[in-house]
């Protein structure tokens, strides 16, 4: 029997715009691929205005789904731009947030990408509950788990230490017992 590859995914703590040692990092974007507050405005003011101008042509970019640009000058190959749903307003909600975690993933695979590195989408401005969003994001990353090929880690960064502990209790109870290794 030939062993299966195991994605590894990770919770830390920390700035979305600089995450070295990872191959891309997903924006939390709006339509239009825009600066912004929160994550996409640290994205593009780490990345410098060159993101901007590769993103542009790809807009406008729908609820739940994903394109893929250069990094510019962020210490990572790529950025993967996700446009995640405002929480109360774009429904399903659940499922456009696990689509964005998916077709990220999915995007990164194409690439031949192994690592990817994702903020907690929709949490800020789009209102998305923590706690909820927490458990769909890490589920949608699992679940796409049995079709990725090249992408073998995945790291959720989070802003502050509560969000993190969020995210840490979320994956624990998806994976008791796991660590942070999942089967694919």
């Known amino acids: 029997m030939i062993p299966q590859p195991t994605l590894h995914i990770e919770c830390v703590q920390g700035d979305i715009a600089a995450q070295h040692g990872v191959d ?22 780490a990345a410098g205005p060159g993101l901007y101008r590769e993103a542009a042509p790809l807009a406008p970019v729908r609820t739940g789904d994903a394109v893929i640009t250069g990094a510019h ?66 589920a949608a990353a699992l679940d796409a788990a049995l079709s990725l090929h090249s992408v073998r880690r995945v790291r959720f960064v989070l802003w502050g230490a ?10 624990a109870v998806l994976h008791p017992g796991l660590g942070d290794e999942a089967p694919r």
């Open 73 to 138: 000058g962020l210490p990572n190959r790529c950025v993967i731009h996700t446009v995640g749903p405002v929480y109360g307003r774009d429904e399903p909600s659940a499922g456009l947030l696990a689509s964005c975690v998916r077709r990220s993933l999915e995007l990164a695979d194409e690439a031949g990408l192994e690592s990817v590195a994702f903020p907690a989408i929709s949490t800020g401005v789009y209102g998305y509950p923590l706690v909820e969003a927490a458990r769909v994001s890490l």
């Open 24 to 45: 891309a990092v997903v924006c939390a974007a709006n339509p239009h691929l825009t600066s912004g507050a929160g994550v996409a405005g640290a994205i593009h003011r």
């Open 162 to 171: 509560e969000d993190l502990r969020v995210f840490e209790r979320a994956l």
